[in-house]
């Protein structure tokens, strides 16, 4: 069965930081693109971040750019993001997402809550 499974998220005060992670299951995992995307509360998907297959390029929502950081290891198949400098509108679930370096589609997680508040 292919899968996604994240972990990492929880409650944390503005300024502070968090490292979501992604593993992946079933599937080769080196053969795709992949992103991270978080859904706030009442709003649809936003597309935070991604990632080529060697990890050698990233991209990045002008909102997080300069503060999260994504990576990944094809040997232990994760997905990672390293968020900084956290601000209450970063609060949303996070998923991590297959098949494109730009785009919130494909095989999607179950998703791990982020809550940025004081």
């Known amino acids: 069965e292919e899968q996604l499974v994240e972990s990492g998220g929880g409650v944390v005060q503005p300024g502070g930081s968090l490292r979501l992670s992604c593993v992946a299951s079933?599937?080769?995992?080196?053969?795709?693109?992949m992103s991270w995307a978080r859904q706030a509360p009442g709003k649809g998907l936003e597309w935070v971040s991604g990632t080529t297959t060697t990890g050698r390029t990233t991209y990045y929502a002008d909102s997080v750019r300069g503060r999260f950081t994504i990576s990944r290891d094809n040997i232990k198949n994760t997905l990672l993001l390293q968020m900084n400098a956290l601000k209450p509108e970063d609060t949303g679930m996070y998923y991590c997402?297959?098949?494109?370096?730009?785009?919130?589609?494909?095989?999607r997680g179950q998703g791990t809550q982020v809550t940025v508040s004081s």
């Open positions: 079933g599937f080769v995992f080196d053969s795709f693109q």
């Open positions: 997402t297959r098949g494109s370096a730009f785009t919130a589609s494909g095989l």
